[in-house]
């Protein structure tokens, strides 16, 4: 008999962010094959700007057929499809992209279910550099069996004990398979682990239930897992927001943490690194990078070691006429600046060395006498950056008075953009209430009437039970003195 057909895959090229989410949509049609893996057929690493960022081929395994529309305005305008639409399709949100309901076809979950039960999906590739196509296809092998990385720690552990002590090793053994934690944290060549699990002394070990791992033990865990020191997070603390990690094994906290094409310096025993907030990194670049100003003047109230201020400087440097990073952490400010060259930023190499100011204090008192800047970044700034939480209210009053009005006839992308980064339950809610402060803000500092419109509200993270970590987009018009 002649062999089967190849199966189905998707073939689709473009940006990596795009391909990922790509795949993420099919999961949620229920159309992606997991018995199989995605194939990545070519790369092209770009430099410079953020748009010119990886562009990639690749072959996505497919349960079944898919068809495709090219544009959404056809999609509709096709009435044969029109009861074969599941009203998924794909939305670019700012290097973030998600599987929504369409708003104009609402439906119950259990009709959606019921429409992604047919044999035939209609999503919208309209935003790929080239449409993808349904093709049959054997490149996309069997998955590998899934490495079990807690078990690959305990069993780092356990061997490392054996060979320190093979009988109390043994007698440890229920006691280690029950303190591997389920996960840590891996910033660049340190690992750490949450608090409760590992001790550093035998006697705190004995007490509790945590596991008393030799330091000896740990040098060969840490050359099984290829770190080069481990320890325990503690609660980060203070309005510094100081790190509170204690290393097991390892002579210094000092580390590279690369992130999205960024290189992060810090210590991890002075200072925290939000590891949630990666999306978030990527979107303020993206969206500096498709500002209609040609150059903007930044304040990042809350720099810390360069959250956002380094991704702004690599990923969209041509972008920035200044960039002012504010932080009350001195400590933040130098691992901030110690990372610029690591990011080939430096004096002859990089076009955004000269554009970069650091100011050490109080960034609720900026733009005033007071502050560290002296007052001289009033009135200054086409966009500011508010990244604290839980809540970045008292900066409020400095953002206001560092936005800029605009000159006399002033037209192109006219206004004044704030991320203000807040924890609450409802993000609509909480956009609303921060849209109306802002407002009588303007009045309270500047004695001026400004227009504050929501122009976005991203939810980043969750960050407790029932609260989440949202970032609220603000554009800012001046309107006239009160």
Same mark, same amino acid.
């Not at 509709?76 to 029109?82: A, R, V």
């Not at 400087?313 to 690591?342: M, Q, R, T, Y």
């Not at 009033?378 to 800029?404: F, K």
């Given at each position: 008999?002649?062999?089967?057909?190849?199966?189905?895959?998707?073939?689709?090229?473009?940006?990596?962010?795009?391909?990922?989410?790509?795949?993420?949509?099919?999961?949620?049609?229920?159309?992606?094959?997991?018995?199989?893996?995605?194939?990545?057929?070519?790369?092209?690493?770009?430099?410079?700007?953020?748009?010119?960022?990886?562009?990639?081929?690749?072959?996505?395994?497919?349960?079944?057929?898919?068809?495709?529309?090219?544009?959404?305005?056809?999609?509709?305008?096709?009435?044969?499809?029109?009861?074969?639409?599941?009203?998924?399709?794909?939305?670019?949100?700012?290097?973030?992209?998600?599987?929504?309901?369409?708003?104009?076809?609402?439906?119950?979950?259990?009709?959606?279910?019921?429409?992604?039960?047919?044999?035939?999906?209609?999503?919208?590739?309209?935003?790929?550099?080239?449409?993808?196509?349904?093709?049959?296809?054997?490149?996309?092998?069997?998955? &590998?069996?899934? =490495?079990?990385?807690?078990? !690959?720690?305990?069993?780092? +552990?356990? /061997?490392?004990?054996?060979? $320190?002590?093979?009988?109390?090793?043994?007698?440890?053994?229920?006691?280690?398979?029950?303190?591997?934690?389920?996960?840590?944290?891996?910033?660049?060549?340190?690992?750490?682990?949450?608090?409760?699990?590992?001790?550093?002394?035998?006697?705190?070990?004995?007490?509790?239930?945590?596991?008393?791992?030799?330091?000896?033990?740990?040098?060969?865990?840490?050359?099984?897992?290829?770190?080069?020191?481990?320890?325990?997070?503690?609660?980060?603390?203070?309005?510094?927001?100081?790190?509170?990690?204690?290393?097991?094994?390892?002579?210094?906290?000092?580390?590279?943490?690369?992130?999205?094409?960024?290189?992060?310096?810090?210590?991890?025993?002075?200072?925290?690194?939000?590891?949630?907030?990666?999306?978030?990194?990527?979107?303020? &670049?993206?969206? =500096?990078?498709?500002?209609? !100003?040609?150059?903007?003047? +930044?304040? /990042?109230?809350?720099?810390? $070691?360069?959250?956002?201020?380094?991704?702004?400087?690599?990923?969209?440097?041509?972008?920035?006429?200044?960039?002012?990073?504010?932080?009350?952490?001195?400590?933040?400010?130098?691992?901030?600046?110690?990372?610029?060259?690591?990011?080939?930023?430096?004096?002859?190499?990089?076009?955004?060395?000269?554009?970069?100011?650091?100011?050490?204090?109080?960034?609720?008192?900026?733009?005033?006498?007071?502050?560290?800047?002296?007052?001289?970044?009033?009135?200054?700034?086409?966009?500011?950056?508010?990244?604290?939480?839980?809540?970045?209210?008292?900066?409020?009053?400095?953002?206001?008075?560092?936005?800029?009005?605009?000159?006399?006839?002033?037209?192109?992308?006219?206004?004044?953009?704030?991320?203000?980064?807040?924890?609450?339950?409802?993000?609509?809610?909480?956009?609303?209430?921060?849209?109306?402060?802002?407002?009588?803000?303007?009045?309270?500092?500047?004695?001026?009437?400004?227009?504050?419109?929501?122009?976005?509200?991203?939810?980043?993270?969750?960050?407790?039970?029932?609260?989440?970590?949202?970032?609220?987009?603000?554009?800012?018009?001046?309107?006239?003195?009160?």
């Amino acid at each position: 008999p002649p062999p089967p057909p190849p199966p189905w895959c998707v073939f689709v090229r473009g940006g990596k962010h795009e391909l990922k989410a790509y795949k993420t949509l099919l999961e949620a049609a229920g159309l992606f094959d997991k018995s199989r893996k995605v194939t990545v057929i070519d790369a092209a690493r770009a430099q410079g700007n953020i748009e010119e960022r990886d562009v990639a081929s690749a072959v996505i395994p497919v349960a079944r057929p898919v068809e495709f529309v090219f544009s959404t305005d056809d999609m509709h305008g096709k009435s044969t499809h029109t009861d074969a639409l599941t009203f998924m399709t794909l939305h670019v949100s700012r290097e973030k992209m998600l599987a929504h309901v369409h708003p104009q076809e609402k439906k119950s979950n259990e009709k959606i279910k019921k429409q992604q039960k047919k044999d035939t999906q209609i999503l919208d590739p309209s935003i790929f550099t080239i449409p993808p196509m349904c093709v049959r296809s054997n490149m996309c092998n069997t998955n &590998p069996p899934p =490495v079990n990385v807690r078990e !690959k720690l305990a069993h780092a +552990i356990f /061997d490392a004990l054996l060979k $320190i002590d093979s009988t109390r090793a043994h007698a440890q053994k229920s006691k280690l398979e029950r303190c591997v934690p389920e996960k840590w944290e891996r910033l660049g060549d340190i690992m750490l682990f949450p608090q409760g699990h590992f001790s550093s002394e035998p006697t705190d070990a004995d007490k509790s239930d945590t596991l008393y791992v030799p330091t000896q033990a740990w040098e060969s865990v840490c050359a099984a897992l290829g770190v080069r020191c481990v320890g325990v997070q503690g609660v980060v603390a203070g309005p510094t927001r100081n790190s509170q990690v204690r290393l097991l094994y390892g002579d210094s906290g000092k580390t590279i943490h690369k992130e999205n094409g960024v290189s992060y310096c810090l210590d991890v025993t002075k200072l925290m690194f939000a590891s949630g907030n990666g999306t978030e990194r990527m979107r303020i &670049p993206h969206t =500096v990078s498709q500002s209609k !100003k040609s150059k903007e003047v +930044i304040v /990042d109230l809350f720099c810390g $070691i360069g959250y956002f201020s380094l991704a702004l400087a690599v990923h969209c440097g041509h972008k920035i006429e200044k960039l002012h990073a504010c932080d009350w952490n001195k400590d933040a400010l130098e691992a901030f600046l110690s990372a610029l060259p690591v990011n080939g930023i430096t004096d002859k190499a990089h076009p955004s060395y000269h554009k970069i100011h650091t100011y050490n204090g109080d960034s609720g008192l900026i733009g005033i006498l007071a502050g560290a800047d002296g007052g001289e970044l009033a009135n200054t700034a086409d966009r500011a950056h508010l990244g604290l939480i839980p809540q970045s209210e008292c900066a409020w009053g400095a953002a206001c008075r560092v936005a800029r009005k605009q000159l006399e006839g002033e037209s192109e992308d006219v206004g004044v953009y704030m991320h203000v980064h807040g924890v609450a339950k409802d993000g609509q809610e909480y956009s609303q209430y921060v849209c109306g402060e802002f407002e009588k803000m303007f009045v309270r500092e500047r004695k001026e009437r400004w227009n504050v419109s929501v122009i976005h509200v991203e939810n980043v993270k969750n960050y407790a039970p029932k609260l989440y970590h949202f970032v609220v987009d603000l554009r800012c018009v001046y309107v006239g003195d009160v």
